[in-house]
């Protein structure tokens, strides 16, 4: 299960939008081992592409040390999908290497609906998990 | 000549759980010989038949080594080499 405040959980959807009909990626960070992602951090796509995605390699190097220096881990590593459903691809679930990362996936193929969904790649292996989007009670 | 080697998570495996490693190389395609000697496994992660493997990134001294020489940047003793798989996807 993916546990996230609203207001990162919208500034993911946000982001994801701005960069349509290019894919939009980031990161969220948390405290090691905590499983809470607090510290939302956009990333440039280097490929600035409608069907790739890749943080750019100087880019992750700062947002990778800053984190390994405040004891925290890519709890959420997002990007989004702009024609195709919010699911990972091939593509995904190959180059994907945090094992402890929840893989979130955002659909901006329709202007008024985000598809927002969960997956733990492990091994190249997808599982769904389910989102709670916490805060989100009005 | 000692050179610190810092390590992804996902490459830990192959050094028995360490974050950082030492190597030594006039170069990084030595430095990765290096290693794996002690890390059997650990270089095939890195490079492949074609060089360098396009969905990891190598930097030295926080610099990418695709902008250096790529496997044949030259090191010198002191030197910090950091491995991060790209992240990536389509």
Redesign the interface.
Known sequence: MLRIGKAIYDAIIAHARADHPD?A?G?VAGPLGSDRPVRFIP?TNA?RSP?????D??E??KV?REMDAKDEQPVV?Y?SHTATEAY??R??IS??????AHYVLVATRHPDDAEVRSFRIVDGEVSEEEVVVVGSAE | MAIEVSI???LRQYTSGEKTVAGKGATLAELLSDLDLRHPGLAGRIVDDGGLKR?V?V?IN?E?V?FLGGLETPLADGDSV?V???????
């Open positions: 894919e990626c990161v990333m490929e069907t790739f995605y890749r943080f390699s100087l992750q190097l990778w590593i990007h990972p691809s593509t995904d180059y994907a290497s945090e094992p402890g | 992804p998570t996902i969905f990134n930097y926080d990418d695709r950091t991060l798989p790209a992240v990536a996807g389509g």
